[in-house]
């Protein structure tokens, strides 16, 4: 049924079954309602208008909907707000154009500004419900009375509507027109109130399908609500778990997107470690169990996967993780659990106690790690947020959230708990186990120390205090020196804890373009092109959210164009033009009036191989706006005390220790190379959890590296002089 209503199908749906739906007794009463509400906001003086008595009526006694969650937000202080109401009417008598995306961007413009005018000045929650039900009124021929994004995306797919630039209020004028256009204008207001029910009636009837297996938990809402739509599994069939991996949400969107003609599982794997290159075969194959039975964005058809009505949905939506909400609280144990809880602690509940919670609710988990995959996926999703307080990371319920809690059914916590006498159960945890979000334990330049850094803490220290006051950082050393290594741990220490939902991390390489990296048009999958945010606009949205640190790592920085890639706001990554009044307009704006600033919290640490030949000198202005702290390789007292602990001899360490330095001064002294191309200690140097290793086995390791590793990197420096390279090589192996 997604996307199958050409006109033909439109007209037959509106004189057919929705005809007998709107002149049902219940729909001809709230038809009328809805009709004279409008009338009431068209007609209405100004001085009408600026009572406080008829705002109440705009905003509380809205027939164009139900809001079930919206009625707990109050906005009382918006009826007397006068200056406020005046903005209402003046966008309520402005002209409207014909242009089709001017009238999307104005009703889009004027819900984020009044939404920002009410909130929190006069709510304490967000009233989008309530906002959205009073431009219905107000706006009776672009405005349907979908209530929420979701079911504006959906249904903008199921019947072929245009894609407007703007968020889920700029597609309202885009259904209308889709309908106006196939059954044609309407005749009077009654009628555009007709269209505008129309637009629920499509969604309620054709897309409003419970999951396979679902409980019926509440009785099907004939008219238009904001109540979110959701089908719990019974508590037998939910996932125990869901692990949350790093960047989920485009890993699934793109599993969706390539299975839009049809994938097999093998093509599918493939396509998962491509976007997820930490993944092994094992995980990529639990990642498609999680799209599949987890999530139910896609399903086999005729032995091929292909996306199911909640997958396509995922790749319509503007945003596609608020998508994923309604099939984690349906169908995975412990999500409508965990909303539940934290709306009876409106001080928030700490991370660890929050995950341990969700451990006692299963008694097959021995561990807490599947509770915290959770609330990563609350966070990843907006059903929870995180903030820091004295040190330790306390999860709250949004507003978004709240709506889901709403629409959970009274006795959920009696009929979905599982007894502990019952069937033992999968443990819940999956094979897929990756870094979650912040656990709240804090991370320090200790922390750093003990991983293995062998540079000195004053060094350290100096690298945060740059940070700090800089915002822009560049590691820069020869090959193996451990620069990505330490970018991101001095991110995470800048932060306070390793927390990866405040740490992005992107590799810089030459074809990388702005389109890329800050915005520009790619394929929508739909209707052609659509203006996307690269990974930066994304971290500047992201820092925005909060006061805390947020840390962008841009591997290898030099290997792309850095002033083209960041284009004018190379400029706004000063220290000192982190500021609203410093914003500029971009190549690529939204809108006439949009301009944009890199905010103060947000800190850009980039790493630079000296060695590459390939990279041309970086740019003058990159240089003037980061700080640079070179790193050399290290062999001291550090790395030999590192070695050590992990079972290697001090004749071996030594030996090995006095080669690699007479290498890299061999190196140094070589006029084609230099100091920059030095063999950094990271190739010897065993990860943190290699540990008693005897001799032979650390002879056996070194020497694995030493032909595998360093023996390539020495025949490419030394391309024209193989001889010399395969010398430097016998002397490393004669130390075994």
Known sequence: MVGSFDDKALIEAFNGPFRAYRDEPWAVEWRQKYAAHVELAKNADEAQWLDPAFQR?????????????????????????????????????APIGSDLAERGKRLQDMFDHVLARVYPAHAKRRPKARLV???????????????????????????????????????????????????????????????????????????????????????????????????????????????????????????????????????????????????????????????????????????????TQRGLELLSANEPANVLRAPLVGRVFGMGQLLLQLSRHPEGMGATEAAKWLQSLVPTWKTAIPGSHIIAWARATGLARAEAVNGINRIYLTDDGEEYVSALPHDFEERWRINASAEALDDGVPELIVEAFGSGASYTLDAIIDEGCFLER????????????????????????????????????????????????????????YEDFVRGYRPNGTTGLQLVDGAFLEAVAAAKTEKRPYVLVIEEINRGNPAQIFGELLTLLEADKRNESEALRLAYPMSQTERVHVPDNLHVIGTMNLADRSLALVDLALRRRFAFVNLNPNFGAAWLQYCKARGAPDELLQSIRQAIVALNEAIAADPSLGAQFSVGHSFLTPAKEAKDMDAERWRTWLGNVILTEIRPLLLEYWYDAKEKAEDQVKMLQACL
């Open 57 to 93: 009526r705009l905003w509380d006694e809205n027939p164009v909907s139900n809001i079930g969650p919206g009625t707990a937000v109050t906005v009382e202080g918006a009826y007397s707000d006068v200056a406020l109401a005046r903005e209402l009417l003046q966008f309520r008598n």
């Open 133 to 307: 039900r009073l431009m219905a009124a107000m706006f009776p021929r672009d405005m349907t009375c979908l209530m929420d994004a979701n079911r504006v995306w959906a249904t903008q797919r199921l019947i072929g509507a245009p894609r407007l630039i703007g968020d889920f209020i700029a597609q309202h004028p885009a259904l209308r027109q889709r309908i106006r256009d196939a059954i044609g204008p309407a005749p009077d207001m009654a009628g555009e109130v007709d269209q505008s029910i129309f637009a629920w009636f499509l969604w309620n009837r054709y897309l409003n399908r419970p999951d396979e297996g679902a409980v019926t938990v509440e009785a099907v809402q004939p008219e238009a609500s904001d109540i979110p739509p959701l089908s719990l599994l019974p508590v037998t069939a939910q996932r125990r778990s869901l692990a949350c991996m790093k960047g989920a949400v485009g890993v699934f969107v793109a599993v969706v997107r390539e299975a839009e003609n049809g994938i097999a599982r093998d093509d599918l794997a493939s396509v998962i470690l491509s976007e997820a290159p930490q993944l092994n075969t094992n995980s990529a194959a639990n990642v498609i169990s999680q799209a599949t039975g987890g999530l139910g964005l896609i399903h086999l058809v005729d032995g091929a996967y292909r996306p």
């Open 458 to 513: 004053a060094t350290l220290e100096q690298a945060i205090a740059l940070l700090k006051t800089k915002k822009n950082l560049i590691l820069q050393g020869p090959p193996g020196t451990g620069k990505t290594w330490l970018a991101k741990r001095l991110g995470y220490a800048l932060i306070g804890e390793q927390d990866p939902s405040r740490l992005m991390a992107v590799q810089f390489q030459p074809s990388l373009s």
